[in-house]
């Protein structure tokens, strides 16, 4: 069974950069699509990216396109989220789990979720 664990959150100043590792246990994620996801207080989780199994296909939500960069090592099962000027409004718990892409580049979750980690960016 595909188990996912979320790292690397932490506290950043606006402007500030992380990066978030998701490691995949239990089931290689050599044929999967990943995706990471967010969950601010008092809103819905929303789709931030998703990778195709190969990492040739990828998709962004506006707000964070040019910002955050997907990455993926299928040798050590692992996917990568590094997020570059961080704003406030990026704060929330930051999550990974299979996806898809629907209608209009929205990113939905296919898949269970993991513990996730915590972003927060604050001055």
């Known amino acids: 069974q595909l188990q996912l664990v979320e790292s690397g959150g932490g506290l950043v100043q606006p402007g500030g950069s992380l990066r978030l590792s998701c490691a995949a246990s239990g089931f290689s994620l050599d044929f999967l699509r990943i995706g990471w996801f967010r969950q601010a207080p008092g809103k819905e989780r929303e789709g931030v990216s998703c990778?195709?199994?190969?990492?040739?296909?990828?998709v962004y939500t506006d707000s964070v396109k040019g910002r955050f960069t997907i990455s993926r090592d299928n040798a050590r099962n692992r996917v990568w989220l590094d997020m570059n000027g961080l704003k406030p409004a990026d704060t929330a718990v930051y999550y990974c789990?299979?996806?898809?892409?629907?209608?209009?580049?929205?990113?939905?979750?296919?898949?269970?979720w993991g513990q996730g980690t915590q972003v927060t960016v604050s001055s």
């Open positions: 990778i195709s199994s190969s990492g040739g296909s990828i």
């Open positions: 789990a299979e996806c898809k892409v629907v209608a209009n580049d929205r990113i939905v979750a296919t898949g269970s």
